[in-house]
């Protein structure tokens, strides 16, 4: 069973230093055993400034079993960009996802050793965010989780960074866009303008949320 008095203080020490740490956990609900963790992209990084949103899932022994955890950052829906402009697109959209060796492109799985067999009850979910931090900064192209970005990381770096950074900025960042120009984004990925514009008022502006929308149908 979960340790749950352990995860309310792993929360309080978190908020306690989140001003310094910029790293975040809080529960989805009164659930504590669904959370959310946030992080910011590393310094020096093609991450940096970017705020990346991670969901945690605590299995029944925790602290004694690894929490589960995965990039919560939503990307283009394949299949649904396929049905609008076809086989470049694709293309397009693997090129700007989740961007990182180690991060799957398709589902935001981690590969991370203390989030598998090196876990060990001494850590914390604050630890393990630090831990995912620092993969941003240094990933492991020889141990990926994604083969497709590793080989890329691998032997085109400098377009593995400016597509890294690309990412960074289209979904990880705070937009200060207006609407017309949110529109016209979204229009340049390919969805409908008349779609693209009802997405975004559905959803009271928000790119992030819009293109989730489009993309689920």
């Known amino acids: 069973m979960i340790d749950f008095a352990r995860v309310q203080k792993e929360l309080q020490e978190?908020?306690?230093d989140m001003e310094a740490s910029g790293i975040k956990v809080a529960p989805k609900s009164d659930n504590l055993g669904r959370l959310t963790g946030t992080i910011p992209g590393?310094?020096?990084?093609?991450?940096e400034g970017g705020t990346f949103q991670i969901d945690i899932t605590l299995p029944d022994g925790y602290p004694f079993e690894p929490p589960k955890m995965q990039f919560a950052t939503k990307v283009c829906c394949i299949q649904s960009v396929l049905e609008l402009i076809g086989t470049l697109i694709i293309i397009f959209a693997v090129?700007?996802?989740r961007r990182h060796p180690n991060i799957s492109s398709q589902s935001g799985a981690i590969c991370l050793d203390i989030l598998k067999d090196q876990w060990s009850?001494?850590?914390?979910?604050?630890?393990?965010?630090l831990s995912v931090q620092a993969l941003l900064?240094?990933?492991e192209p020889d141990d990926p989780q994604d083969a497709v970005v590793a080989q890329q990381y691998l032997r085109d770096y400098q377009t593995f960074v400016g597509t890294a950074r690309y990412w960074t900025e289209t979904f990880a960042k705070t937009s200060s866009l207006g609407v017309e120009e949110k529109?016209?984004?979204?229009v340049e990925m390919g969805f409908p303008e008349a779609l693209a514009r009802g997405a975004l008022e559905s959803v009271g502006g928000d790119e992030n949320?819009?293109?989730?929308k489009l993309c689920s149908g």
């Open 14 to 16: 978190c908020s306690r």
């Open 42 to 47: 590393p310094i020096g990084t093609p991450y």
């Open 209 to 212: 949320l819009a293109l989730e």
């Open 137 to 139: 900064s240094a990933p």
């Open 95 to 97: 090129i700007t996802s």
């Open 183 to 186: 529109v016209q984004k979204l």
């Open 121 to 129: 009850p001494a850590l914390t979910l604050k630890t393990a965010l």
